[in-house]
């Protein structure tokens, strides 16, 4: 393999690895295994959400709703596990929340021919005005069943849950995206759509799956997010919006350049807190995390420009 070729496929990833060297050496702390832990779990929940976004984008769909629906699926929670529902059914409904969120967008797309950028925008304002009625704008906080709670805080031995689930979750969406003949149709619908329709894959089924995969990672990451939090608010979820979309960009430059992949995304979500985390632990002001994050996007679509033009207004 040429030097330009291990340069596109793996060059973000051993930026990466620089990165992770650089803090190390330079940045307080940054190696104690509580901070690491706290990479780790931040890694947990970006990486959950940019999976589903990862798997709308491999259909050449957008979906800029998963923020708010996972926000919306943990006000359901929330609101189910205030009013004395066993956890076990708010869990179930939260995740539900985000199905039926994927569902929709999939439909719109599919059937009414709305573009994933607008039907998604829409489904997003009608997530968060739901999310506020539903809470009046107060968060859920409670003392809340500690079996619950043990989801987003609890430990196997030193390890916490949530980064073990994580590890199982990520092998499970790679294994889906890349040895199934399910990951197979989704890729070939995305990359010409057209010709996919023509083999004989059902490419409407195929988007309509895509959106509801990355609803469904919304409702599970709500899941943990509000067994972590031991709360639940109608805008809880807001700031993943843009790193979830910045991992999945990011991880389109590395292992296979220009095309999401669920292993590029992964490596994406750890990149990006390993950096939001040692510039904090560098004293880095606030600001500087977002002019960084702005930069990752604006370079990671240049690589991946055609992919994302497609997704924003195929009809």
């Not at 330079?26 to 832990?37: C, E, G, H, I, V």
């Not at 010709?195 to 799956?209: C, E, L, Q, V, Y």
Request: include cysteine; aromatic fraction near 8%; charge should be positive.
């Amino acid at each position: 393999m040429s030097t330009r070729k291990v340069i596109e496929m793996y060059g973000t990833a051993l930026a990466g690895l620089g990165l992770f060297v650089f803090l190390s050496i330079f940045a307080n702390n940054f190696l104690s295994s509580a901070n690491l832990f706290n990479v780790l779990k931040q890694v947990s929940f970006l990486s959950m959400l940019a999976f589903g976004f990862t798997f709308a984008l491999i259909t050449s769909e957008l979906d800029l709703a998963f923020a708010n629906v996972c926000s919306l699926a943990a006000v359901v929670i929330g609101f189910l596990i205030s009013t004395d529902v066993a956890w076990p059914l708010a869990v179930a409904a939260g995740v539900a929340t985000g199905f039926l969120a994927g569902l929709l967008n999939g439909l719109l797309v599919t059937v009414a021919k709305v573009p994933s950028l607008i039907s998604t925008l829409g489904t997003a304002s009608i997530a968060n005005g739901l999310a506020f009625m539903i809470t009046g704008g107060v968060a859920f906080v409670g003392r809340w069943d500690p079996n619950f709670l043990f989801l987003g805080r609890g430990k196997l031995g030193p390890i916490p849950v949530i980064i073990l689930f994580t590890l199982v979750l990520f092998l499970i969406v790679l294994t889906l995206s890349t040895q199934t003949r399910t990951g197979v149709h989704l890729q070939a619908t995305g990359e010409n759509e057209e010709a996919a329709r023509r083999s004989g894959i059902d490419t409407r089924r195929a988007k309509i799956i895509g959106l509801v995969l990355s609803g469904l990672a919304a409702g599970i990451t709500a899941v943990f997010l509000v067994a972590n939090l031991s709360s639940a608010a109608p805008q809880m979820a807001g700031d993943f919006l843009l790193n979830g979309i910045a991992a999945t960009l990011l991880g389109m430059t590395m292992f296979t350049p220009a095309k999401p992949n669920i292993l590029g995304t992964f490596v994406g979500s750890l990149i990006i807190v390993m950096l939001s985390n040692g510039l904090v632990l560098l004293g880095a002001q606030y600001y500087i995390q977002d002019i960084m994050l702005g930069i990752i996007i604006i370079l990671s679509v240049a690589v991946s420009a055609s992919v994302l033009k497609r997704a924003a207004f195929a009809l």
